[in-house]
């Protein structure tokens, strides 16, 4: 076949369909010859390649294994034509080779030139440099003689002697004058005047001073640059850049060591005109650093928290430490007695209405000598999140229940807590010297919520006690104490302190004041901590005696001054190395809190905003303000405050907060209409007179019941009034007569109940409502009555309404209001 009949077939010339045949090349590699027809694609190796499985030999390959329509000529010359590629790919490559060490060589070269120019330029400065210090060292020691000349007794010297002096010795200059030793008057100084400085020798330049460092490398940098034949570029540093999620140009730079005006170039050939104090965001600053040839690494705010971490303590740094016991249980059933009793101490006296409204935090010492942390919580119902966390900082629960009572709502979640925690329990009976206490009904009320105690054949341990007589205290400590020696409980104490906020407070005189139950390590006097949103360093530390101490080991509860706001209960405490990263830890959670409180609030899409405007038009809100002494208390009262309501009225809480009430709380109570309610605080006396003057309600409360009862009260009366319809009595229209002066009026009988004048009436056709409204007369024959008693007849007339017709009936009723009530 010839070259041209293997062109047709392949389909090689302009506006051929058959097929098409195509050879790309990369970088002067030959690849595959790929060759298409119209009904398949076969694939021809390029030279040196791998044959295929039971190919032939030869330059033209096997005939039967070739593509068809490719003849013997062909195939030859397209081989020939990659073999010539490959070649040239060979030549290139070994002249660029050559190339490349020929310049290395004279990198080489001239590198050489350099370190010799350099060299030379070194020598030729230590020359001059010990060429001068010769010239110091003559002059140091002609000065020395010049002293010694004039201390020895000599006589003057004659004018005789003055002329035979040889003309080429110098005059004594003021300098040398100023080196003699000034001895009018006062002898010899012992050379006291030698080393210091005068201001003739600072002007003159004899004080030794001499190039610095950073001078000389400069120098050297520019002949360095000099020889290589001109400007060559310093070596480009490459940083890895923390880049955060917001940046300020001129940060920026500094961080990539370039300079300001070249950064804010690139960001303005970027279409960004700012300046160098202007805050960019991450994006941008990623490609303005890939641009200067730097890499970016991504940090997050949160990564200010990383100084906070989790230390792994090994075995032999563990020590043993006191146990934490949570005593929990319903109100009433005398956890704070037992604890007293327990103590010794009389803390139930001081509570308001006999119920504990705080997390109390105290150690004991029991006559074993064994050290017990004992965490007192409130039994409302209100103080859920307060029972929450003492269960979560606890090692032992102890549920106290009343014998002469049962297992009651906050028993049953106290018990759901200890769970959840996943702490021992023990069971403490109380109330066992009541004539009335039954014991045996708490076990078996327990076994309805899982809770099978030791007499009915279950784990958790039961102890029979009385706060009053003392009954079981020793029991109750040791099954305490055989339920921690169980737990094996050990921690380190020399390292950083961690702990949690047990409760918090304003105080007048010391300032915000945490309550901390310290976990781990020691919390010592002076430390610097982070908890929560607030900051501080350690003024005093306060144990639950009253009594300073200088530290706090694991498992101490003491009172934590030095805060500069208060915090609130749950959160962790943990001590930092400097206070610049504890303010920086704070403020991060704060703005974080803040982000967090505003994306909660706030409608995003438009169909959000309109339900709310509609809801809000339908509910009433009753707004107060509450001030509480202890961040605990004010949060259980806020709890409360939002399930007081229903669809047509709610509570909104305005602001809560801790410490006495101010006349900034007054202004806003003013502003939005609003009362204040005080638990366990007052209203400074500016702040009363400004809430006398401007008619703002304060109520003072130390019991939480109180508090809830008077809200509920007042929520419920924006309540609407119920309206109740009662059917008093119907009538039928015999007949209806026109009146001058009154209009048609309708003749009726009562056929049930009673017909008054004063009741709302409707008027019914075929059992259809066709009017509603007042009777405007009520006729017993010629007299105006006020009612109509049944199986009598009357004359009625309806107000600014005609359209009566005999047959009509109309229904007599009175409306009724209800006045309604929240639950």
């Given at each position: 076949?010839?070259?041209?009949?293997?062109?047709?077939?392949?389909?090689?010339?302009?506006?051929?369909?058959?097929?098409?045949?195509?050879?790309?090349?990369?970088?002067?590699?030959?690849?595959?010859?790929?060759?298409?027809?119209?009904?398949?694609?076969?694939?021809?190796?390029?030279?040196?390649?791998?044959?295929?499985?039971?190919?032939?030999?030869?330059?033209?390959?096997?005939?039967?294994?070739?593509?068809?329509?490719?003849?013997?000529?062909?195939?030859?010359?397209?081989?020939?034509?990659?073999?010539?590629?490959?070649?040239?790919?060979?030549?290139?490559?070994?002249?660029?080779?050559?190339?490349?060490?020929?310049?290395?060589?004279?990198?080489?070269?001239?590198?050489?030139?350099?370190?010799?120019?350099?060299?030379?330029?070194?020598?030729?400065?230590?020359?001059?440099?010990a060429k001068e210090e010769e010239e110091k060292r003559k002059v140091a020691e002609a000065a020395a003689a010049a002293q010694a000349a004039a201390a020895?007794?000599?006589?003057?010297?004659?004018?005789?002697?003055?002329?035979?002096?040889?003309?080429?010795?110098?005059?004594?200059?003021?300098?040398?004058?100023?080196?003699?030793?000034?001895?009018?008057?006062?002898?010899?100084?012992?050379?006291?005047?030698?080393?210091?400085?005068?201001?003739?020798?600072?002007?003159?330049?004899?004080?030794?001073?001499?190039?610095?460092?950073?001078?000389?490398?400069?120098?050297?940098?520019?002949?360095?640059?000099?020889?290589?034949?001109?400007?060559?570029?310093?070596?480009?540093?490459?940083?890895?850049?923390?880049?955060?999620?917001?940046?300020?140009?001129?940060?920026?730079?500094?961080r990539m060591a370039e300079r300001v005006g070249d950064v804010v170039k690139a960001l303005m050939n970027n279409g960004m005109m700012v300046t160098q104090?202007?805050?960019?965001?991450?994006?941008?600053?990623?490609?303005?650093?890939?641009?200067?040839?730097?890499?970016?690494?991504?940090?997050?705010?949160?990564?200010?928290?990383?100084?906070?971490?989790?230390?792994?303590?090994?075995?032999?740094?563990?020590?043993?430490?006191?146990?934490?016991?949570?005593?929990?249980?319903?109100?009433?059933?005398?956890?704070?007695?037992?604890?007293?009793?327990?103590?010794?101490?009389?803390?139930?006296?001081?509570?308001?209405?006999?119920?504990?409204?705080?997390?109390?935090?105290?150690?004991?010492?029991?006559?074993?000598?064994?050290?017990?942390?004992?965490?007192?919580?409130?039994?409302?119902?209100?103080?859920?999140?307060?029972?929450?966390?003492?269960?979560?900082?606890?090692?032992?629960?102890?549920?106290?229940?009343?014998?002469?009572?049962?297992?009651?709502?906050?028993?049953?979640?106290?018990?759901?807590?200890?769970?959840?925690?996943?702490?021992?329990?023990?069971?403490?009976?109380?109330?066992?010297?009541?004539?009335?206490?039954?014991?045996?009904?708490?076990?078996?009320?327990?076994?309805?919520?899982?809770?099978?105690?030791?007499?009915?054949?279950?784990?958790?341990?039961?102890?029979?006690?009385?706060?009053?007589?003392?009954?079981?205290?020793?029991?109750?400590?040791?099954?305490?104490?055989?339920?921690?020696?169980?737990?094996?409980?050990?921690?380190?104490?020399?390292?950083?302190?961690?702990?949690?906020?047990?409760?918090?407070?304003?105080?007048?005189?010391?300032?915000?004041?945490?309550?901390?139950?310290?976990?781990?390590?020691?919390?010592?006097?002076?430390?610097?901590?982070?908890?929560?949103?607030?900051?501080?360093?350690?003024?005093?530390?306060?144990?639950?005696?009253?009594?300073?101490?200088?530290?706090?080991?694991?498992?101490?509860?003491?009172?934590?001054?030095?805060?500069?706001?208060?915090?609130?209960?749950?959160?962790?405490?943990?001590?930092?190395?400097?206070?610049?990263?504890?303010?920086?830890?704070?403020?991060?959670?704060?703005?974080?809190?803040?982000?967090?409180?505003?994306?909660?609030?706030?409608?995003?899409?438009?169909?959000?905003?309109?339900?709310?405007?509609?809801?809000?038009?339908?509910?009433?809100?009753?707004?107060?303000?509450?001030?509480?002494?202890?961040?605990?208390?004010?949060?259980?009262?806020?709890?409360?405050?939002?399930?007081?309501?229903?669809?047509?009225?709610?509570?909104?809480?305005?602001?809560?907060?801790?410490?006495?009430?101010?006349?900034?709380?007054?202004?806003?109570?003013?502003?939005?209409?609003?009362?204040?309610?005080?638990?366990?605080?007052?209203?400074?006396?500016?702040?009363?007179?400004?809430?006398?003057?401007?008619?703002?309600?304060?109520?003072?409360?130390?019991?939480?019941?109180?508090?809830?009862?008077?809200?509920?009260?007042?929520?419920?009366?924006?309540?609407?009034?119920?309206?109740?319809?009662?059917?008093?009595?119907?009538?039928?229209?015999?007949?209806?007569?026109?009146?001058?002066?009154?209009?048609?009026?309708?003749?009726?009988?009562?056929?049930?109940?009673?017909?008054?004048?004063?009741?709302?009436?409707?008027?019914?056709?075929?059992?259809?409502?066709?009017?509603?409204?007042?009777?405007?007369?009520?006729?017993?024959?010629?007299?105006?009555?006020?009612?109509?008693?049944?199986?009598?007849?009357?004359?009625?007339?309806?107000?600014?309404?005609?359209?009566?017709?005999?047959?009509?009936?109309?229904?007599?009723?009175?409306?009724?209001?209800?006045?309604?009530?929240?639950?």
């Open positions: 076949m010839s070259d041209t009949d293997g062109k047709k077939t392949l389909g090689l010339r302009s506006g051929a369909r058959p097929g098409n045949v195509k050879q790309s090349f990369s970088h002067g590699r030959t690849k595959n010859v790929v060759v298409e027809t119209k009904r398949k694609r076969v694939v021809v190796p390029k030279p040196g390649a791998a044959k295929p499985a039971g190919a032939g030999g030869g330059s033209a390959g096997d005939p039967s294994r070739r593509p068809a329509g490719i003849s013997d000529a062909e195939m030859e010359r397209r081989l020939k034509a990659v073999q010539a590629a490959k070649a040239r790919e060979v030549e290139e490559t070994a002249k660029r080779e050559a190339e490349e060490k020929a310049r290395e060589a004279e990198r080489e070269r001239r590198r050489a030139e350099a370190e010799a120019k350099e060299q030379a330029e070194r020598e030729r400065e230590q020359a001059l440099k020895a007794p000599t006589e003057a010297p004659k004018p005789a002697q003055r002329q035979a002096q040889p003309a080429s010795t110098p005059r004594k200059t003021d300098r040398d004058r100023d080196q003699r030793p000034n001895n009018r008057g006062r002898g010899d100084d012992g050379g006291r005047r030698s080393g210091k400085l005068t201001l003739n020798q600072a002007l003159s330049g004899d004080g030794g001073r001499q190039r610095s460092m950073a001078a000389m490398k400069r120098k050297q940098e520019r002949a360095r640059q000099k020889a290589m034949g001109g400007s060559v570029e310093r070596e480009k540093v490459m940083r890895t850049v923390n880049l955060p999620e917001a940046i300020v140009v001129s940060e920026l730079a500094n104090n202007q805050t960019i965001d991450a994006d941008t600053a990623e490609l303005i650093i890939e641009e200067f040839g730097h890499k970016v690494q991504r940090v997050s705010d949160a990564d200010v928290e990383d100084v906070i971490k989790e230390i792994e303590d090994s075995d032999e740094d563990l020590q043993g430490r006191p146990p934490v016991i949570t005593i929990m249980g319903h109100v009433d059933h005398g956890k704070t007695s037992l604890l007293d009793a327990i103590r010794d101490a009389k803390v139930v006296a001081g509570e308001a209405g006999g119920i504990t409204q705080h997390i109390g935090a105290y150690q004991v010492k029991t006559d074993g000598g064994a050290v017990l942390s004992f965490l007192d919580t409130p039994g409302h119902a209100a103080f859920t999140s307060m029972r929450s966390r003492g269960a979560q900082v606890t090692d032992i629960v102890v549920l106290v229940v009343a014998a002469d009572d049962a297992v009651m709502p906050q028993t049953i979640e106290a018990i759901n807590h200890a769970k959840a925690a996943e702490v021992p329990m023990i069971v403490a009976i109380n109330k066992c010297d009541k004539p009335e206490a039954n014991p045996d009904k708490v076990r078996t009320d327990l076994l309805q919520h899982e809770v099978i105690v030791e007499k009915m054949s279950g784990e958790v341990q039961d102890v029979e006690v009385s706060a009053i007589t003392g009954q079981g205290l020793d029991e109750l400590l040791e099954a305490i104490a055989l339920q921690a020696e169980i737990l094996e409980l050990k921690a380190n104490p020399d390292r950083a302190a961690q702990g949690a906020v047990i409760e918090a407070q304003l105080d007048v005189g010391r300032g915000p004041v945490a309550t901390v139950l310290i976990q781990t390590g020691t919390l010592r006097q002076g430390d610097i901590f982070v908890v929560g949103e607030q900051y501080g360093k350690v003024r005093a530390l306060i144990n639950d005696k009253g009594e300073r101490v200088k530290e706090a080991g694991p498992s101490v509860p003491v009172e934590v001054l030095g805060l500069n706001g208060t915090p609130e209960a749950g959160d962790v405490l943990n001590v930092t190395e400097t206070e610049a990263q504890a303010r920086e830890i704070a403020e991060y959670r704060e703005k974080a809190a803040k982000d967090k409180r505003a994306a909660a609030g706030a409608a995003t899409t438009l169909e959000q905003l309109m339900a709310n405007a509609k809801a809000d038009e339908n509910v009433s809100e009753l707004p107060i303000l509450v001030k509480a002494d202890v961040q605990g208390s004010a949060e259980a009262i806020v709890q409360a405050m939002e399930k007081i309501g229903n669809d047509e009225v709610r509570v909104r809480v305005l602001h809560s907060g801790v410490g006495a009430i101010t006349e900034t709380d007054v202004g806003l109570a003013e502003a939005s209409g609003a009362p204040i309610m005080g638990f366990n605080v007052r209203a400074s006396a500016s702040a009363r007179n400004t809430a006398n003057q401007k008619g703002v309600e304060i109520r003072y409360y130390s019991v939480i019941y109180d508090l809830v009862d008077d809200v509920k009260a007042a929520a419920s009366g924006l309540l609407s009034a119920e309206i109740r319809e009662n059917f008093i009595g119907y009538a039928e229209i015999k007949e209806v007569f026109k009146v001058s002066g009154v209009g048609k009026v309708a003749g009726c009988l009562v056929t049930e109940g009673v017909a008054r004048r004063s009741a709302g009436v409707r008027l019914l056709r075929d059992n259809v409502v066709i009017h509603e409204g007042t009777l405007k007369t009520l006729k017993r024959f010629k007299d105006e009555v006020a009612e109509v008693q049944s199986g009598q007849e009357c004359g009625m007339a309806f107000e600014n309404y005609d359209d009566i017709r005999p047959q009509d009936v109309i229904e007599i009723f009175e409306r009724e209001e209800i006045t309604r009530t929240l639950e």
